[in-house]
């Protein structure tokens, strides 16, 4: 079925908030209130979490100095150092520690799937958030690069050990209204009963064109394998290799 009949037959605000959604960067000067971010992750917090560990905290960033220190971190972006408001959404093993402590037990020989836990339980109220946030007109975007230096981020926000900022979000009463980047066909990303190898990349050769003429219609600077190019770009040099090293000192093993 196509596109349209499909999204005219399965229609809901949510399906229209997601179908329009967008990385947003700029905001007007329009106040964020508390009041507001509140409402927002009160409903965030009802993602569903990991044998109920909630193991997630989000630092409301609004001081100017601290949004300049972060938007260091996060490599000058300038969104980050305007935003009304930046949200830290943190993965946060502190309550777990302290109900193992309390029954004599410790979280010193933690392993991977308790960091990969607590990461997935926080990256979904980050995603929650950001929907919620959108169905009342808020708008921004995620920021992964705080995880350029976990312990700087760790130090600006306060987090101790047991803590550390998985991503940020930028929000805001949009300022712009960008258009929509293509995605990739879902014929490669969704296969049925079993994994398709040959469908999982035959799509790419078509997303390069699109999104190349996606980003010369917006004016931005691409190559004709434009996502090809880009991915290689991004992943040919070891990405933040002293991540595994912060995280350790962070109180999380990803060995
Ligand atoms: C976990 C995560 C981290 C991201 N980090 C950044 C970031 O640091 N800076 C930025 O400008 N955009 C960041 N983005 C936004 C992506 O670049 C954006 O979602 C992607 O290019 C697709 O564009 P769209 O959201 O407008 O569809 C991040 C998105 C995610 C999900």
């Known amino acids: 079925m196509p596109d349209d009949s499909l999204s005219q037959t399965y229609s809901s605000e949510t399906m229209r908030l997601l179908h329009n959604r967008v990385s947003v960067r700029k905001y007007t000067d329009q106040p964020v209130t508390?009041?507001?971010?509140?409402a927002v992750l009160r409903a965030a917090f009802r993602a569903p979490t990991s044998s109920n560990i909630q193991a997630y905290t989000v630092v409301v960033v609004r001081n100017p100095e601290t949004l300049a220190k972060l938007a260091v971190v996060t490599g000058n972006q300038r969104h980050v150092a305007v935003a009304p408001v930046f949200l830290a959404f943190c993965a946060d093993m502190t309550r777990i520690e302290h109900a193992m402590k309390k029954r004599g037990h410790s979280l010193d020989d933690n392993n991977l799937e308790v960091g990969l836990v607590s990461s997935v339980d926080a990256a979904l109220v980050g995603m929650a958030a950001s929907l919620a946030a959108e169905?009342?007109?808020?708008?921004g975007l995620m920021i992964g690069a705080v995880r350029n230096n976990v312990l700087a981020t760790a130090e600006i926000l306060g987090l101790p050990k047991r803590v550390y900022c998985l991503f940020g979000m930028?929000?805001?009463?949009p300022a712009e209204h960008p258009t929509q980047k293509p995605r990739i066909d879902i014929g490669a990303t969704v296969?049925?009963?079993?994994y398709d190898q040959a469908a999982a990349v035959a799509a790419l050769d078509a997303y390069d064109a699109a999104l190349a003429a996606h980003y010369e219609a917006t004016g931005r600077p691409t190559t004709p394998d434009s996502w090809t190019h880009d991915?290689?770009?991004k992943f040919h040099a070891r990405l933040r290799d002293k991540?595994?090293?912060q995280l350790s000192t962070q109180g999380f093993d990803f060995r």
């Not at 508390?34 to 509140?38: H, K, L, R, T």
């Not at 930028?170 to 009463?173: I, R, V």
Request: charged residues 35%; hydrophobic residues 35%; contains cysteine.
């Open 170 to 173: 930028c929000l805001g009463w």
């Open 191 to 194: 296969h049925y009963e079993r």
């Open 34 to 38: 508390n009041e507001a971010i509140e």
């Open 243 to 245: 991540l595994r090293e």
């Open 135 to 139: 169905s009342i007109g808020l708008q």
């Open 231 to 233: 991915m290689d770009k």
